[in-house]
């Protein structure tokens, strides 16, 4: 009788800007030679960068996938099963490490990996969720059921960013960890998302009871994920301006997309500037310039820049609690004009 080899699988969630693209670039530079890796990419906007983020030179042996637009559970988990079933026949991976996006809800995300037709073909391992201590004072944070939720699924607890902390912020993020009387769990402290590979093998609580996946639904307020979006290779067509833009609201949070044909170049310096006068919760973007691909990844007012190899287009999503004002204009005035 053949046996159905089960693909190990890790979800590293946590909330908007706590540095899981980072955690995965790094896990995926220490990935072991022989092995088969894929990554399935969730997004909140409809444009979705994180996927260009990742792909490198290092990363050309992975196999990378994205479903943007919300959260990918949404209408009984049907986008996230089509694009897992898609993922795991073409790349047939020996890990499967997924991303879903900072503000959805990985309770979802375990109950559809750990129930049929999935509990046959993934071995779910340690969920990690990665949480910036800074924000264990801001009420934005604590007081969001989603925030709570990723705390709550956590096989293991990464505290990112230590580099970045004050002295007491990390006792203070252990003190509202044991506040909430979560279930005992692994915490460790890390900086720049180097997490040790070694923890991607630990075991999941999830794998022990089914009642603690059959928690009430959660994410009733999210916008059902579209069946296409700008993202859609099959789909994506640009009118004759050359370029798209896309918006979203949802769990109180608004998203505002553009996307650019190849035929853009960006001045290099114009759109470094660009995304640095931006002051929203998160602004994520990848642009072909005249000196080579430009990766723009800001939390805050915290700008983290990347050489990245190729794209196919520019991109830039933004993610805020607040209204977000169209900033066409600005974007047309960095383009480097014939």
């Known amino acids: 009788m053949h046996l ?78 089509v694009a897992l079933n898609k993922l795991l026949a073409e790349a ?39 949480v910036d201590a800074r924000k264990i004072t801001d009420e934005r944070y604590i007081s969001n059921a989603t925030f709570i939720q990723q705390l709550t699924v956590a096989d293991i607890l990464v505290a990112n960013k230590e580099d970045l902390y004050q002295a007491n912020e990390l006792e203070q993020l252990n003190a509202f960890i044991k506040a909430q009387s979560l279930p005992q769990r692994k915490i460790i402290s890390t900086y720049q998302g180097a997490l040790p590979i070694s923890i991607l093998n630990e075991a999941s609580q999830h794998n022990k009871t089914a009642a603690f996946v059959q928690a009430k639904k959660t994410h009733s307020l999210l916008r059902p994920a579209k069946q296409t979006s700008a993202n859609d290779e099959n789909t994506l067509s640009f009118p004759e301006c050359g370029y798209i833009t896309t918006s979203g609201q949802s769990d109180g949070y608004t998203s505002k997309g553009w996307l650019f044909n190849s035929d853009f170049v960006f001045d290099y310096i114009k759109a470094y500037e660009l995304v640095d006068r931006l002051h929203f919760d998160r602004v994520k973007a990848v642009f072909i310039t005249q000196e080579g691909i430009l990766g723009c990844n800001k939390v805050g007012d915290e700008l983290t820049l990347h050489e990245l190899d190729e794209a196919m287009d520019s991109r830039i999503e933004i993610i805020s609690e607040h209204e977000i004002e169209d900033i066409t204009a600005h974007l047309l005035d960095c383009v480097i004009r014939e």
Do not use: Y
């Not at 980072?22 to 960068?49: C, Y």
């Not at 900072?102 to 340690?126: C, D, K, R, S």
């Open 92 to 130: 047939k991976p020996q890990r499967l490490i997924i991303e879903p996006t900072g503000l959805g809800h990985p309770l979802e995300i375990i109950e559809v990996l750990t129930n049929p037709p999935n509990q046959n073909t993934i071995e779910l391992q340690a969920v990690i969720t990665l």
């Open 4 to 81: 159905i080899q089960k693909v190990p699988t890790n979800i590293i969630t946590g909330f908007l800007g706590t540095g899981k693209t980072t955690a995965i670039n790094q896990l995926m530079r220490r990935k072991p030679e022989h092995e088969s890796w894929a990554v399935l990419v969730n997004e909140f906007g409809d444009i979705g960068v994180d996927n260009q983020l990742i792909r490198s030179k290092q990363n050309q042996d992975v196999f990378i996938k994205e479903v943007p637009g919300g959260c990918m559970c949404c209408v009984n988990g049907l986008p996230m099963q």
